[in-house]
């Protein structure tokens, strides 16, 4: 697999959904959260012009529903199904690596503080991480 390539990252929920846009090297191009009401729309507006090699999807409650909801929309790409568990906790790290605590907030620990945002969209971007590790 290319380093440039683009895997497409899915958690799954039932209300909402993370997604991201990683490259086969790890790199993170894009995340978003995603209603579930509109799903096909909204996940077609973020791809936009841009071609996966493969989605990465975590095996939680809703991810048959999912599956097919991805088959559906992206009938060539093979979609990898990757345990998601704790997957949100080694989100809140990511969020902290990339978003170190400022001022005040740098002196009380990571664990006590509460990210700002929304991780789902780093969720599906540590099941990226994790399928690529996978087959390293």
């Known amino acids: 697999m290319n380093s440039?390539?683009?895997?497409l990252g899915v958690d799954p929920g039932s209300s909402k959904t993370g997604v991201a846009l990683v490259t086969a090297?790890?790199?993170?191009?894009?995340?978003?959260?995603?209603?579930?009401?509109?799903?096909?729309?909204?996940?077609?507006e973020f791809l936009g012009q841009q071609?996966?090699?493969?989605?990465v999807m975590g095996n939680g409650t809703t991810a048959a529903a999912m599956k097919a909801?991805?088959?559906?929309?992206?009938?060539?790409?093979e979609i990898v199904l990757i345990d998601e568990a704790?997957?949100?906790?080694?989100?809140?790290?990511?969020?902290?690596?990339?978003?170190?605590?400022k001022g005040l907030r740098k002196l009380f620990p990571l664990?006590?503080?509460v990210p700002p945002v929304n991780l789902?969209?780093?969720a599906a971007v540590v099941l990226v991480r994790r399928y690529l590790k996978k087959i390293d």
């Not at 790199?27 to 996940?43: R, S, Y």
């Not at 909801?69 to 790409?77: G, Q, T």
């Not at 704790?86 to 605590?101: D, F, M």
């Open 25 to 44: 090297g790890g790199e993170i191009k894009n995340t978003e959260v995603l209603l579930m009401a509109d799903f096909t729309g909204a996940l077609e």
């Open 69 to 77: 909801a991805l088959h559906e929309l992206l009938p060539s790409v």
């Open 4 to 7: 440039k390539e683009l895997i």
């Open 86 to 101: 704790h997957s949100t906790e080694e989100a809140r790290v990511l969020y902290w690596q990339l978003n170190p605590p």
């Open 111 to 113: 664990g006590m503080q």
């Open 120 to 122: 789902d969209g780093l």
């Open 51 to 55: 071609e996966v090699s493969l989605c």
